[in-house]
């Protein structure tokens, strides 16, 4: 089944405490990217992936790192979460023009 | 620039009543893409219509449908004799077809729609 898995889907943590959400698919497609949801500004794109070792920001990058090593993970890193990051986060692939999205992975930074 | 405006942040309706979510956006490419998306209670994002900006015919699908209109740069959707399940927050996204965008979706806030029995 194609898909887009992400974990972990649930968190809560504390400032300043690393923390990485996987992202990972199964569509062998080369586009993946970020996307944090908040209320009242819908979904805001964090970075995105062109292909493996390309990774450009997108809308609201501060605070993230990504990183694009293989095809098909693209993991989410939060140095030093603040409480400004809690959200519900998206990872996406994309193919034949279409976006493909995980379930989301709401993070909670205390 | 880029952007989508869903002016209806919330709207209540009554089990069989139709109802229409607006969306309006801007862009200064020829070439581009809207869409729409749900989201259930449950979180997860579910694809509902992809339109290419050279196609300004209507698609119905179901109870589904959506109104492309160039001249006012509008893509609404509307439902009809709507559903307790249809209760979800919707959201219209547009998307440039020039890769130097990234392949970015840009998203409107969302309209939550809540459907009485």
């Known amino acids: 089944e194609a898909q887009v898995t992400q974990n972990p889907r649930y968190l809560i943590t504390v400032t300043g405490k690393k923390l990485t959400v996987t992202c990972s698919q199964n569509?062998?497609?080369?586009?993946m990217s970020w996307y944090r949801q908040d209320p009242g500004l819908g979904l805001r794109q964090i970075y995105y992936?062109?292909?493996?070792?390309?990774?450009d920001k997108g809308d609201v990058p501060e605070g993230y790192k990504v990183s694009r090593k293989e095809k098909r993970n693209f993991p989410l890193i939060l140095e030093s979460p603040s409480p400004n990051q809690t959200s519900l986060y998206f990872c996406?692939?994309?193919?034949?023009?279409?976006?493909?999205f995980g379930e989301g992975s709401r993070l909670t930074v205390l | 620039a880029q952007k989508v405006t869903q002016a209806q942040t919330e709207i209540s309706v009554v089990e069989k009543e139709d109802v229409t979510l607006d969306c309006v956006y801007e862009?200064?490419?020829?070439?581009?893409?809207l869409f729409w998306y749900k989201q259930p209670p449950s979180g997860e994002l579910v694809f509902l219509i992809r339109?290419?900006?050279?196609?300004?015919q209507n698609e119905i699908s179901g109870r589904y449908s959506w109104n492309f209109q160039k001249s006012t740069s509008s893509f609404n959707f509307t439902i009809t004799a709507s559903q307790v399940v249809d209760s979800a927050v919707y959201f219209c996204?547009?998307?440039?077809?020039?890769?130097?965008?990234?392949?970015?979706?840009?998203f409107g806030a969302g309209t939550i729609l809540r459907v009485k029995s």
């Open positions: 339109r290419n900006s050279f196609d300004e």
């Open positions: 862009t200064r490419d020829t070439t581009y893409y």
């Open positions: 996406a692939s994309k193919g034949d023009g279409e976006l493909f």
């Open positions: 996204a547009l998307s440039e077809a020039g890769r130097e965008y990234g392949n970015k979706l840009v």
């Open positions: 569509m062998n497609h080369e586009y």
């Open positions: 992936s062109m292909n493996v070792e390309v990774t």
